[in-house]
């Protein structure tokens, strides 16, 4: 995800580039077999409220900041979205642990105090609100017992002080399986039964169960709410048949999802993330309705392109976009047209 909060760019710009496509060698290496497990979902809803998630939800990322999409308070964020990812917490100075500041100034004058009450209007509406550690430019170290307790207090520190339903890692510098997975853990075990937690991988980290953020997901899988892959901003990449897949492609969107299906995730973990407009990120934007194809191919085995998976997954969790600030931009398109065919499946 982005990141830099004041530059009044194109996400693209701010993103990683399109260095992912020249690792497409190495890539074709990783081991894509892998056993798939059996343990079930663990139930997620709201921390406070206890609104469970939908068993087909809707994921948008809301942008702590003007970058050029449409500015949005909380309370502008479009009905269909289930679970609200507040983009983002930062790092601070203790290995591990983050911070949220809202950006008043760049949200002409959003207020803490009308940030908060819409928090829980839209937990009152059955919505999750949650809170997104990382971005492109978000380095947050868990690498040791310290850190994964500085994680998991600093955390659970904004849970309490805003009102969070739980966390998003978006780490797109590298994390310790290890310690993430305690951090994770520890700080399930202070939010209670309605802990949410999402996490947004970028291609490339969801390869091979090898990859530490693909042993994340497995190690966390007992709270994992879903994973909402970035299927973007990726050059091409291996499906779960071994064939390489083009991004910007219905072939690319199931082909891809489906190593995360094969590899031990529930398919009520994994969700498709895409961006909301062309402007919202440097390549990979497919319109909605190949985002509908994908997901019908993956539930019911229709609408496929040249890959069609083995088996159906009904289960499939649904979609994410970056960012409701870009679907409010182009006239909410991406919302109303994804949301209301997850909330059909």
């Known amino acids: 995800m982005l990141h830099s909060p004041h530059r009044r760019s194109s996400r693209a710009s701010r993103r990683r580039g399109g260095a992912l496509g020249t690792a ?14 059996t343990a079930g979902i663990a139930p997620a809803g709201a921390a406070e409220q206890e609104a469970a998630v939908p068993a087909h939800a809707l994921t948008g990322y809301w942008q702590n900041f003007d970058n050029g999409a449409t500015v949005q308070t909380l ?10 990812a507040v983009a983002f917490a930062d790092a601070t100075a203790t290995p591990g642990a983050v911070d949220f500041s809202l950006d008043s100034a760049g949200l002409g004058g959003y207020t803490e105090e009308q940030f908060k009450a819409d928090v829980k209007a839209k937990q009152a509406e059955g919505k999750s609100v949650i809170l997104s550690v990382g971005g492109e430019k978000g380095t947050v170290s868990v690498n040791d017992d310290a ?20 966390v998003d890692i978006d780490l797109e510098n590298g994390l310790n399986s290890t310690y993430m997975s305690k951090a994770l853990h520890d700080l399930a075990a202070k939010a209670g039964s309605g802990f949410v937690l999402t996490m947004a991988p970028q291609t490339i980290d969801m390869q091979s169960t090898s990859n530490e953020y693909f042993k994340t997901a497995l190690d966390v899988k007992d709270i994992l709410t879903v994973v909402n892959m970035q ?10 048949d071994g064939q390489v897949y083009a991004q910007g492609t219905v072939d690319f969107l199931t082909g ?8 031990g995730l529930d398919p009520a973990q994994v969700g498709i993330g895409v961006p909301a407009s062309s402007s919202a990120a440097g390549g990979g934007y497919v319109e909605p309705g190949v985002v509908n194809a994908a997901l019908d191919c ?12 083995d088996k159906t997954y009904p289960g499939i969790r649904g979609a994410m976009t970056w960012s409701t600030n870009w679907d409010a931009s ?13 909330h059909g499946l």
């Open 24 to 37: 497409l060698t190495g890539v074709a290496a990783l081991a894509l077999g892998a056993t798939a497990l």
């Open 75 to 84: 309370a502008d964020v479009q009905d269909q979205y289930d679970i609200i």
């Open 147 to 166: 850190s994964a307790g500085a994680f998991a207090d600093s955390v659970y520190a904004q849970m309490q002080e805003y009102g969070f339903d739980g």
């Open 231 to 240: 299927y973007y901003n990726s050059g091409s990449m291996l499906g779960c």
């Open 256 to 263: 891809l999802a489906c190593i995360q299906l094969e590899g």
């Open 298 to 309: 993956l539930a019911k085995g229709t609408s496929c392109g040249s890959f069609k998976p």
């Open 330 to 342: 182009a006239g909410n398109s991406w919302s109303d047209a994804v949301g209301a065919h997850v």
